[in-house]
Structures are given as C-alpha cells and as structure tokens.
C-alpha cells in the first residue's frame, strides 16, 4: 500500500510540474549535506531551493550505528514563523559537537542521518526525506574535552530570550526590571510623565504625600498589568502588540479623554464620580479616585505606548518559543515596574510639593492643563499630517502665552520672560506651517535655503529613499529584483514614535547615509495592520517597529544582526560596518 501512495506522490509532483511548471522536483528542492572541517567540527545542512523552506519541528539530526561517538549537542541557526509553525526560509546550517569515547588515536569513520520535510511557498508540501552519510574524523584532535565550537552569532533580541531560558527565576525579574529602568529614559515614557503628574495633581485640596505615592503605585502597577497581559498575547498568538490599539477611532477617542482631562484642570467642570455612586463605594469618597487613576494607568500603557524594544521584542520571543507565558508574563511585569519606577518618583513629588490653595494652584492646573492638550496632540501625530499637529501646537501655545500675560508689564518677571519666549516660538511653529514647512526643532528652518539660482528653496536635509512593500510577494518580488545586492528592511509604521526618531535622527545622519548607499533600502510598512502586513511581520519573527533586517549577497537573512528599537546614529553606523 505504501509503494502506492509514493507513486501517487510522485505522479503528482511530477504532473503538478509539468503542467505548472512553478514547482521544484525534491533533488532541485532539498540538497542536504555534511563535512567535517579543520577542526573536525562537523557541518550538517540542506540547501534549499527557490521559495522552499523547511520545518523545523521535522528536522532530526542523529548518529547511526555509532558506539564510540556521541552528539552532544547541536548548534542551531534561528527560526522564523511562518503559517504557525517555525520554519527555515532560508538554507540552514548546523554544527554538530560530538564526543569520542573509544581509545584508538587516529581516524575513525562516523555515520551522520539528517531527516528533514519541506514545502514550497506556492503551496506544495513534499514527502519526508532523509539522507545518511558517511564521515572521517581524527580522534585524536576529539580525545579528553571535545573541541570548543564558535557558537553561532545571536541578534540582541535571542540573547536576550535565551536569558530568560537559562536563568533563574529571581535573576530573570532583576534584569527586566533593570531593562525597564533603562527604557523609562526612552521617549517612550515621556507622555506618561505629564498624565501621572496631571492626576495626581487634580486631587486637589487634603492630598497628602501617602496618598500621592498610593495614587502613583496603582497607576504603576495597573500600567505593569496592561503591559504584562499585552505582551503575553502578542507572544503566544504572534501579533503586533502596538499596532491592535492604533487604530485611528482609538487613538481619536483616547486624544478626547485628554481633552477632557485637560479642560477639568482648567476649571470649566470637575471629573469625578457621582455622588450617590461613590458614597455606596466608600464613605470616604477615595476609592473612586483609585479606579480612575488605575483605569488611566491600563489605557495608557496600551494607547501612548508600548515602543518596541530588544528586552521587550526578546520577552516576546522566548514566549513564542516556549510557551511559557507564567515566567515571560513576570519578565514583563519586572520590566513594566521598572519604567514605572520613575513615575512613582514623579507622582510623589507632584503631591510632596503641590503649593496650597490659592492663584499658585490655579497656575499648576493651567499648565498639567497644557500637558495633558501636548499629550493628546502628541498622540494625534500618529494618525494625523504633521502639519495639523504643527498648527495645533502652535495654538496651544499661543493662547497659553496670552493666558499667562506675555504683553503685561506687570507680575515677576521670570513668569514674563517665559510667556514672550513661549509666544515667540508658537508664532514661529504658526509661521513654519502657513509656508509648508512645518518643524518643531527647526520652525524657521525653511528661511535657511541656500542662495542658488533664483534664491529657490532647497532641501536641507536629504531623506533616504525606501522601496516600499506591505506583503510577502512584493517583498520576495523586491529581493528577487536585487539579488547579488545587500539588502536593510526596515519594518515601520506611522504611528510608531521610535520609527520617526529613527527616520529624524539616524536616518537622516550623514555618516549613515553614506554607508547606507552600499544597501538596498526596502520599508516594510505595516501602518494599517492589514492581513498582507500581518503575515510580512510573522514571516520575519516582528513584533513590532522599529525593525531593521539585513540580507548579505546571497539573498540570506541575517537574524545575529537584526536591530529591534531605536539606536543613536553612532551604533547604527558601528553596526553597519560590522557586517
């Protein structure tokens, strides 16, 4: 019956090539192979042909009829993900560590089986497959320790995972929680630092240091939960973790809230329960200042953040990898109360410090009122032309600077001063969007042009150009055109913060625009999070831009060099070079 059904798949195959003449026979498919080197360190590996790829769970490695060798262990490249199952894409090689337990010093004769199965990305699965072969090693070269192989390189993000595998418990929450420390310097964190702060300082009178630091640990703490449930979906089930809740209706409707809050601060109503709802919750009327203050710390988690990054991306990986979501849950709870850390500091201060009642109050509240605008702002610029976020900016401030007097000849003058320099800058960002040139670092940069021919406008600052692709065709169509090339994809997005300070800072670094001209630039953008992109970010194993892969020559992936985040033009250009 067997000898059937294999006929029945070869006829099939062979039929299907014939007539379709896009499938491979499975010799044009799967080439395996194996030697043995200098240092008798034995190479095992299958090269595949176009569009193939292997399954990782199907692929044994094995000694045959072997009494004096053992395989101790096998020295794997990374996996990518493809359709659910990990999979080779690209023609994988293994480095196997054997030891030898005979007594004869010379050559020795070793039998190595590799059992491997396929398919094509056209659609064809092809039967198991498995070949034996037949190697000599020098003995001597393996007697007493086995000889010390190079392990293969790993990209920050698998290090990171293989952290999480090999330690302990306590050690795997001490070093997330110092990644989080780290990561609360990051833009990232910065949007949360004015919305802790407006929070706390929106309790207003009979706020004590106790009660501000509780305040401050459940919006901590309720932002490590939002994190920590985030993360563990995104790793078992493979998803964008930021793009589900970027969504234009999201962030519009999450931009309203701080509006709102915003508004309260400058007097027009006060948020709070009702009363009648609140006396049945706690005679004290404080436990629904709790709820409001963790359900603000949940939402903005999820809404300003999260940015991805290695210890993030890392956490991720190893969840996907082992499905251990209880020990990659806690990793990313440490991590999330590292970050917080500082925003407990932050909403101390804010009730350590926050003056008595009276016109210094009314001032505070005026200016978390114009932090909270800056933030819901900040948050329509992932969705919105920056012109519109540039104009919006500008009026803030504008209207700020007239709340606060900037024409009056009256008041300190520390207050005034900072007024007409506030004005100054608002009504330059109002000037720099009416011309079409709308920048915040650089308002009237555009005045800055060069005198060439005609006293025209030029660009100052050169962008790099991309080869845009938002699927898995367009991308292999891409790679296919620039084979023999080397090739960067950056996978980005934009609403994502860290891709635009990549694009502002690193991309646009001379330095790195130079050595950037030995590459083909592909941009993998998954702005909209469509079904195509979905799977363009699964195929490569991302869970989120900023992501930046490198292809050599040979048209092959290089995951050890992956950067996942955002990195100052120094590293970036330190980076390139090492490849």
Same mark, same amino acid.
């Given at each position: 019956m067997k000898i059937f059904v294999k006929l029945f798949l070869l006829f099939s195959l062979t039929l299907s090539t014939l007539y379709a003449g896009k499938f491979l026979m499975p010799n044009e498919a799967f080439s395996p192979y194996a030697k043995v080197d200098k240092n008798m360190q034995v190479e095992v590996g299958v090269k595949l042909g176009e569009q193939i790829y292997l399954y990782d769970k199907a692929l044994k490695i094995s000694l045959v009829d072997s009494k004096d060798f053992t395989l101790k262990k096998i020295l794997k490249p990374a996996t990518v993900t493809h359709e659910g199952?990990?999979?080779?894409?690209?023609?994988?090689?293994?480095?196997?560590?054997?030891?030898?337990?005979?007594?004869?010093?010379?050559?020795?004769?070793?039998?190595?089986?590799?059992?491997?199965?396929?398919?094509?990305?056209?659609?064809?699965?092809?039967?198991?497959?498995?070949?034996?072969?037949?190697?000599?090693?020098?003995?001597?070269?393996?007697?007493?320790?086995?000889?010390?192989?190079?392990?293969?390189?790993?990209?920050?993000?698998?290090?990171?995972?293989?952290t999480i595998k090999s330690s302990s418990f306590l050690v795997v929450l001490a070093t997330f929680l110092g990644f989080g420390l780290l990561l609360s310097l990051t833009p990232c964190v910065f949007p949360m630092i004015p919305i802790i702060s407006g929070v706390i300082i929106s309790q207003g009178?009979?706020?004590?240091?106790?009660?501000?630091?509780?305040?401050?640990?459940?919006?901590?703490?309720?932002?490590? &939960?939002? !994190?920590?449930? =985030? /993360? +563990?979906?995104?790793? $078992?089930?493979? @998803?964008?973790?930021?793009?589900?809740?970027?969504?234009?209706? &999201?962030? !519009?409707?999450? =931009? /309203? +809230?701080?509006?709102? $809050?915003?508004? @309260?601060?400058?007097?027009?109503?006060?948020?709070?329960?009702?009363?009648?709802?609140?006396?049945?919750?706690?005679?004290?009327?404080?436990?629904?200042g709790y709820v409001g203050v963790g359900i603000m710390g949940f939402l903005s988690a999820l809404i300003v953040g999260p940015c991805v990054a290695a210890p993030l991306a890392g956490a991720l990986v190893y969840i996907g990898q082992t499905g251990d979501a209880l020990l990659g849950g806690a990793a990313l709870f440490s991590m999330s109360i590292g970050m917080g850390i500082p925003l407990i500091l932050v909403g101390v201060s804010a009730g350590k410090f926050m003056p008595r009642p009276g016109a210094w109050m009314t001032l505070v509240n005026a200016v978390f009122g114009v932090l909270m605008l800056g933030v819901s702002i900040w948050m329509l610029g992932k969705v919105v032309d920056s012109s519109v976020t540039t104009l919006l900016y500008a009026l803030v401030g504008i209207g700020f600077a007239l709340y606060l007097d900037a024409f009056s000849?009256?008041?300190?003058?520390?207050?005034?001063?900072?007024?007409?320099?506030?004005?100054?800058?608002?009504?330059?960002?109002?000037?720099?969007?009416?011309?079409?040139?709308?920048?915040?670092?650089?308002?009237?940069?555009?005045?800055?042009?060069?005198?060439?021919?005609?006293?025209?406008?030029?660009?100052?600052?050169?962008?790099?150009?991309?080869?845009?692709?938002?699927?898995?065709?367009?991308?292999?169509?891409?790679?296919?055109?620039?084979?023999?090339?080397?090739?960067?994809?950056?996978?980005?997005?934009?609403?994502?913060?860290?891709?635009?300070?990549?694009?502002?800072?690193?991309?646009?670094?001379?330095?790195?625009?130079?050595?950037?001209?030995?590459y083909v630039l592909i941009r993998a953008d998954v702005t909209k999070n469509s079904d195509n992109e979905k799977a363009l970010s699964k195929k490569y194993g991302v869970f989120g831009p900023p992501a930046v892969l490198f292809f050599n020559t040979k048209g092959e992936l290089m995951p050890a060099k992956t950067i996942v985040g955002f990195v100052q033009p120094s590293e970036f250009l330190a980076h390139l070079n090492s490849l």
């Open positions: 199952d990990k999979v080779y894409m690209h023609s994988p090689n293994f480095i196997l560590q054997l030891a030898y337990h005979g007594s004869h010093k010379g050559v020795e004769t070793v039998k190595v089986k590799i059992a491997y199965q396929g398919c094509s990305l056209q659609g064809l699965c092809y039967e198991p497959s498995e070949k034996i072969f037949t190697l000599k090693i020098d003995t001597s070269k393996l007697l007493g320790a086995p000889a010390k192989l190079n392990a293969a390189p790993k990209s920050q993000t698998d290090a990171i995972a293989d009178e009979g706020l004590t240091t106790k009660k501000a630091f509780a305040l401050s640990l459940v919006y901590v703490l309720a932002m490590a &939960v939002a !994190y920590t449930i =985030a /993360g +563990v979906l995104a790793g $078992l089930f493979g @998803s964008n973790l930021q793009a589900a809740l970027q969504t234009p209706w &999201v962030v !519009y409707s999450f =931009a /309203g +809230v701080f509006v709102l $809050l915003a508004l @309260s601060m400058f007097g027009f109503y006060e948020l709070k329960l009702p009363d009648a709802l609140v006396a049945k919750v706690s005679a004290n009327s404080n436990r629904g000849s009256e008041g300190h003058i520390f207050k005034r001063s900072v007024a007409f320099i506030l004005l100054v800058y608002s009504l330059a960002l109002f000037i720099s969007v009416l011309a079409g040139a709308p920048s915040m670092k650089e308002p009237l940069g555009f005045l800055k042009a060069k005198a060439v021919m005609g006293n025209a406008l030029q660009t100052q600052k050169k962008e790099l150009t991309f080869i845009k692709v938002t699927s898995i065709d367009a991308l292999n169509k891409v790679l296919e055109q620039n084979r023999g090339k080397k090739i960067l994809l950056d996978f980005a997005a934009e609403w994502c913060t860290s891709c635009k300070e990549l694009d502002e800072v690193t991309f646009s670094n001379a330095a790195v625009q130079e050595k950037l001209k030995e």
